[in-house]
T-cell receptor, first 114, second 115 residues
Framework: AQSVAQPEDQVNVAEGNPLTVKCTYS??????LFWYVQYPNRGLQFLLK??????LVKGSYGFEAEFNKSQTSFHLKKPSALVSDSALYFC????????????FGDGTTLTVKP | NAGVTQTPKFQVLKTGQSMTLQCAQD?????MYWYRQDPGMGLRLIYY???????DKGEVPNGYNVSRLNKREFSLRLESAAPSQTSVYFC??????????????FGDGTRLSIL
């Protein structure tokens, strides 16, 4: 079985400050990890993914994520937050087959205040 | 590019009514998925289709049926709607690529209320 935990329901940061949205996972085997963002009344949009290789992954809109195998974590980060980054963020994990199902975390609401 | 298109965007049903949610993708993706999103519960997989002609249950399939009509279209049917099925429903698709490494593409959802 695979699972994802996003331990914070809400993260609040000031504009210009660095942000971190946390994600931990549990899988049997090598994970494929993804971050998605959801704006109000919209579907999820892909931000970045970790498949293999470099533990620091860069994605859209200046976001990056660090894969840590020993801590089974894949935290989303951005050096300088923007008000427009305010949204709901989901971490997801998948293992193996091309038809494989992804498991999503419960989501973290990021609020960036001016 | 249209991507993943869901219809309708909103719907109100009475308990016991039936309804089909439509989903179509124009990216030539093999795999398609139906999720429901409820507050504080993330996304839960209802059914998925790994390829044209196949469908499989996800974690919350009870009360739903699906049809993979062709490679483009994947519909979700509620045969007898219940208030517990009030939710936002998302369809997603995913391309073949290398094993497991392609992200999903999501539609903008159908907001369904059952009275």
């Amino acid at each position: 079985a695979q699972s994802v935990a996003q331990p914070e329901d809400q993260v609040n940061v000031a504009e210009g400050n660095p942000l971190t949205v946390k994600c931990t996972y549990s899988v049997s085997g090598n994970p494929y990890l993804f971050w998605y963002v959801q704006y109000p009344n919209r579907g999820l949009q892909f931000l970045l993914k970790y498949i293999t290789g470099d533990n620091l992954v860069k994605g859209s809109y200046g976001f990056e994520a660090e894969f840590n195998k020993s801590q089974t974590s894949f935290h989303l980060k951005k050096p300088s937050a923007l008000v427009s980054d305010s949204a709901l963020y989901f971490c997801a994990v998948r293992v193996g087959t091309n038809a494989g199902k992804s498991t999503f975390g419960d989501g973290t609401t990021l609020t960036v205040k001016p | 590019n249209a991507g993943v298109t869901q219809t309708p965007k909103f719907q109100v049903l009475k308990t016991g009514q039936s309804m089909t949610l439509q989903c179509a993708q124009d990216m030539n993706h093999n795999s398609m998925y139906w999720y429901r999103q409820d507050p504080g519960m993330g996304l839960r997989l209802i059914y998925y289709s790994a390829s044209e002609g196949t469908t499989d249950k996800g974690e919350v399939p009870n009360g739903y049926n699906v049809s993979r009509l062709n490679k483009r279209e994947f519909s979700l049917r509620l045969e007898s709607a219940a208030p517990s099925q009030t939710s936002v429903y998302f369809c997603a698709s995913r391309g073949q690529g290398s094993v497991g490494n392609q992200p999903q593409h999501f539609g903008d959802g159908t907001r369904l209320s059952i009275l």
